[in-house]
């Protein structure tokens, strides 16, 4: 059961990571030079989360993760792990960004913004469970 619940964390991470990071790159590039930072990611943030709630319900279906509250947790716990650490890496070798700058980040109003995504996204599979 623990192996299929991690497996379901990994692709719902890939798929949800995937999409998130293609907009990022549209929103620094394209968006937020026109509107500023912090509506730029209210505009990225509700499609991130539509694509996260659609892939949590995929990904739990496909790898038959039980509905049950402690499952569901240990699937967004797992994916939100990846993203936190994948995040962090890419931050400090792909952009050379110190961990403390990475962190006070999240102290900006686009930064909490995101931050609380992040955690909608470890929480989506949770959210997303359907009872029968």
Known sequence: ???????????????????????GIARTLVVAPR????????????????????AARWCARRFAVPARAPDRLVMGLAA???LMTVETVLALVL???PLAQQ???FGTPAGAI??????AFGLMPLLAARRR
Do not use: H, K, N
């Open 1 to 23: 059961m623990m192996r299929r619940t991690l497996a379901a964390a990994a692709v719902y991470f890939a798929i949800v990571f995937s999409l998130a990071f293609a907009l």
């Open 80 to 82: 939100f792990s990846l």
């Open 103 to 105: 962190l006070a980040a």
């Open 35 to 54: 509107t500023g930072d912090v509506i730029a990611v209210l505009i990225e943030t509700p499609i991130i989360l539509l694509v996260s709630w659609f």
């Open 95 to 97: 952009f050379s960004r």
């Open 114 to 119: 995101g931050l609380l995504a992040q955690i």
